[in-house]
């Protein structure tokens, strides 16, 4: 039925040639109906909607803050307490902070180093200083990396080398050079031990954290070891109130830690380290805030002023401070400026608490700071305009007057004494005294004195003979 081929032999039919499927009709309709969304299924089609709303949130999320400019999170909600975020939290600082401190060197690092310093360094023969030039530095910071580890490589930096003075042969003293290692430690373990007490990890110590600490330090503090224990809250009390008092001008109830640390109230408070009583004074004693001599005399201040035990003092009780020599004009301002009313709201219920007392104890024995200063001066501004007029001089003045003639000192007229703090302060605006003139003329203690206390006008008075009786002494 079928024929061959004459020789037998039968031939394959041809293959056909199959095209691309991007060139295939159906292939290039099937994707354009998928492209379209029409032929996907619900579950896919929600996906593809979601991502485009997704992206035209964003690009109008790009396009506003291109607009509007980068706006920072003024407030981020804490964890609350036991939650699994706090806790992570307080993990996290904890590993910190240890880990900090583990960088930290200690006594026995410390001494060390000294060593190394003295063993490595030259005798400057005209001064007779050990000093280093950069190449002992380099030597030094190997011989300590041996002895002590890498925790001290840190300290030889060449910017740390370049940021004391060197002399002529570019060399560097190294008592200053370990004295500046010391500090930083001194410092930075200050800022590990305040950071573990800061609770909310804000960077901010409260007051009963910041009494915390002082009570961790005691033990540690030679002048402070002997305190009796039940006036050990008393002193943390006082001795914390002066950091508030410097560090925490706007009286928000937190000092910041890096503030804090930057104060003088820290130094001075270190300052106690010392062993000897020899070495201190009793007046040096008397005027760091920080002594328990000076402690106990704020109390037996505040205790004698209380006539009538009610822990608070009133106007009339405070006019006995400093043996009645403040003006009762002083005393009235101080009420109104820091003293807060009692619950009932009437004026004999204001009285002043224990802390009031202590901002007022320190406002008159640091007048000359900004933090003293500026507690004085919304005393002195008798009508709350931020500046002072001829007007509020002369009633200021006019009660300093009335003690002066009282204490049977010559007559002295009112508007010479006006005219002598216009000299002093040299006001930018000639009419009027502001804070910021009586900061910039360097005698806004004096000033101030001269107008509240008639003690203080006293000693302006005689300020040349007081002068004199100093510096005879001296030349004995």
């Known amino acids: 039925m079928y024929s061959g081929s004459s020789d037998g032999e039968a031939h394959d039919p041809p293959q056909r040639k199959i095209p691309p499927a991007s060139s295939m009709l159906w292939v290039r309709n099937l994707r354009r109906f998928i492209g379209s969304g029409a032929g996907l299924g619900s579950e896919a089609l929600m996906e593809l909607e979601t991502k485009r709303i997704l992206l035209d949130i964003f690009k109008e999320k790009q396009k506003k803050s291109a607009e509007a400019g980068t706006i920072p999170s003024f407030y981020k909600k804490k964890p609350e307490e036991g939650s699994i ?129 002082i009570r961790g330090l005691i033990p540690n503090l030679a002048q402070l070891r002997d305190m009796p224990e039940a006036f050990v809250q008393m002193y943390c009390r006082i001795a914390a109130h002066k950091f508030f008092f410097f560090c925490d001008p706007h009286r928000r109830g937190k000092a910041c830690i890096k503030k804090v640390l930057l104060s003088n109230c820290l130094q001075e408070l270190m300052e106690l380290h010392q062993e000897s009583e020899e070495e201190v004074t009793d007046t040096e004693q008397a005027e760091n805030w920080f002594s328990l001599t000076s402690a106990q005399r704020i109390c037996d201040m505040f205790l004698a002023l209380d006539k009538d035990a009610s822990g608070s003092l009133s106007k009339q009780e405070l006019r006995e401070y400093a043996d009645g020599t403040l003006t009762e004009i002083f005393i009235e301002r101080v009420f109104d400026e820091h003293v807060r009313r009692g619950k009932g709201g009437s004026g004999n219920a204001r009285e002043m608490s224990f802390e009031s007392f202590l901002d007022f104890v320190l406002a008159l024995e640091n007048k000359d700071t900004p933090e003293g200063l500026t507690y004085l001066f919304r005393c002195l501004d008798l009508q709350g305009r931020g500046y002072l007029t001829t007007a509020d001089i002369h009633s200021l003045f006019r009660d300093v007057h009335h003690k002066w003639i009282e204490g049977g000192n010559y007559e002295l007229c009112i508007e010479d004494v006006r005219d002598e703090v216009w000299d002093m302060v040299k006001p930018a605006d000639p009419l009027k005294i502001t804070l910021a003139d009586l900061l910039a003329c360097k005698q806004g203690g004096t000033v101030a004195s001269m107008l509240i206390d008639v003690r203080g006008f006293w000693a302006h008075d005689n300020r040349e003979n007081l002068l004199q009786e100093e510096e005879e002494p001296e030349e004995e």
């Open 85 to 213: 975020s706090h806790r992570v939290q307080r993990l996290a600082k904890y590993r910190f902070l240890k880990k900090q401190s583990d960088l930290l060197l200690n006594a026995d690092d410390l001494d060390a180093m000294w060593v190394c310093l003295r063993e490595n360094c030259v005798i400057d023969d005209a001064t007779g200083a050990e000093k280093m030039n950069y190449e002992d530095f380099c030597h030094i910071a190997s011989v300590c990396t041996e002895q002590i580890g890498p925790k001290c490589r840190r300290f030889f930096s060449p910017s740390n080398f370049m940021k004391f003075e060197k002399d002529e042969q570019g060399r560097i003293a190294i008592l200053p050079f370990y004295l500046y290692v010391m500090r930083t430690v001194s410092l930075t373990q200050a800022r590990i031990d305040m950071s573990e007490l800061d609770e909310d990890s804000d960077g901010f110590l409260q007051p009963h954290e910041m009494e915390a600490y």
